[in-house]
Antibody, heavy 118, light 107 residues
Framework: QVQLQESGPGLVKPSETLSLTCTVSGGSISTYYWSWIRQPPGEGLEWIGYIYYSGSTNYNPSLKSRVTMSIDTSKNQFSLKLSSVTAADTAVYYC????????????WGQGTLVTVSS | DIQLTQSPSFLSASVGDRVTITCRASQGISSYLAWYQQKPGKAPKLLIYAASTLQSGVPSRFSGSGSGTEFTLTISSLQPEDFATYYCQQHNGYPITFGQGTRLEIK
């Protein structure tokens, strides 16, 4: 059974960089697209972007200037960096597996709350 | 970006009821629509993809239909565990977008 687990700081200061890692277990990171999705408290879902196991990426234009994703296939991990954060970036961040070529999400991490505050 | 609008935003129903949630897309997306269920404090769970294909392990009381710009999620007989928030998501192209959610509560 594939499992995803997010990790990283739960508190980030304004203007700094949010960094999260997702560890994939129970399956290979290869041949899938791996996405980050966020959900502000009490609000809906926003797709941030994906990274393919080859390293190619696709980011949401609304966040593109601040997002960087990377992948380490040897560790079965992929990561998100979001720069110049503000309070508006406070959210639960999920990592998720995207069925290759289909763009929907069949496995999700449990989510991690990141709060932006000084 | 493709906008998805769900209706209603809030729905109150009883165990055993049949309920329908609608998702409308701002432009045609063929059958590239998925539905998720989210319970408080949990990640979304995939219920249906390609508008009408039931994800493995999802009870058959859930069904989806539609194509183009209008889609529906139907729960044929509500069970206590079905009270949750439901989201639609278009998987026709990038950026991927979600509907605003429909909160289903017990009457």
């Amino acid at each position: 059974q594939v499992q995803l687990q997010e990790s990283g700081p739960g508190l980030v200061k304004p203007s700094e960089t949010l960094s999260l890692t997702c560890t994939v277990s129970g399956g290979s990171i290869s041949t899938y697209y791996w996405s980050w999705i966020r959900q502000p408290p009490g609000e809906g879902l926003e797709w941030i972007g994906y990274i393919y196991y080859s390293g190619s990426t696709n980011y949401n234009p609304s966040l593109k200037s601040r997002v960087t994703m990377s992948i380490d296939t040897s560790k079965n991990q992929f990561s998100l960096k979001l720069s110049s954060v503000t309070a508006a970036d406070t959210a639960v961040y999920y990592c998720a597996r995207e069925v290759a070529g289909s763009s929907y999400f069949d496995y999700w991490g449990q989510g991690t709350l990141v709060t932006v505050s000084s | 970006d493709i906008q998805l609008t769900q209706s209603p935003s809030f729905l109150s129903a009883s165990v055993g009821d049949r309920v329908t949630i609608t998702c409308r897309a701002s432009q045609g997306i063929s059958s590239y629509l998925a539905w998720y269920q989210q319970k408080p404090g949990k990640a979304p769970k995939l219920l249906i993809y390609a508008a009408s294909t039931l994800q493995s392990g999802v009870p058959s009381r859930f069904s989806g239909s539609g194509s183009g710009t209008e889609f529906t999620l139907t729960i044929s007989s509500l069970q206590p565990e079905d009270f949750a928030t439901y989201y639609c998501q278009q998987h026709n192209g990038y950026p991927i977008t979600f509907g605003q959610g429909t909160r289903l509560e017990i009457k």
